[in-house]
């Protein structure tokens, strides 16, 4: 993920479980110049729906005219904005160091003052997850290159409105 926020936008998209509507979806962001930086898509409560959390960048003015073109999509039901309102925005990452028995415990100095958990542990490599802000894994990143990323992984932001608002 970027780590610049100046263009980027966070969109809850409630559809209907039928194939296809994802690349419908997509279609229109590209259409408008948008790129999609992140994607999550979950089963909604009863099953017969999805919610999509779209992380994407691109011009602020156009964002309008693609929420509108979402909107008259047959498989989308609800489309809401969450770039500037009251929300909860997480994601997790799994990040993986190489670290020896000399480095381990700098690293897990590290880890802990994120909140991080070890998930794995050899001799000489560790998996860390970190679930925050987004801006809290891009710190963590930023702290543990100081050790060889093997490899990192990020599910996307997942966001859900405050109080008794609906997503």
């Not at 017969?48 to 003015?61: E, K």
């Not at 190489?98 to 100095?109: H, I, M, N, T, Y």
């Not at 809290?136 to 543990?144: F, G, Q, R, T, V």
Request: with cysteine; glycine share 6%.
């Amino acid at each position: 993920m970027p780590n610049s926020d100046k263009n980027m936008h966070t969109l809850s998209v409630y559809v209907s479980n039928k194939p296809g509507a994802l690349a419908r979806i997509a279609q229109v962001f590209s259409r408008r110049g948008f790129n999609i930086e992140s994607l999550v898509v979950s089963p909604a409560v009863d099953g017969h729906f999805s919610r999509m959390t779209i992380t994407c960048s691109g011009d602020p003015t156009g964002l309008e005219q693609i929420i509108k073109q979402l909107l008259k999509l047959i498989d989308v039901l609800n489309c809401i904005d969450h770039t500037y309102d009251e929300s909860v925005m997480k994601e997790m990452g799994l990040i993986k160091i190489a670290v020896d028995s000399e480095g381990r415990s700098e690293a897990l100095q590290i880890a802990e003052h994120y909140g991080c958990k070890t998930v794995d542990l050899t001799p000489d490599s560790m998996i860390l997850q970190v679930v925050g802000n987004p801006s809290k894994i891009d710190a963590l990143e930023e702290m543990i290159a100081k050790f060889t990323i093997i490899e990192l992984v990020r599910t996307g932001k997942v966001v859900m409105s405050r109080g008794q608002d609906v997503t």
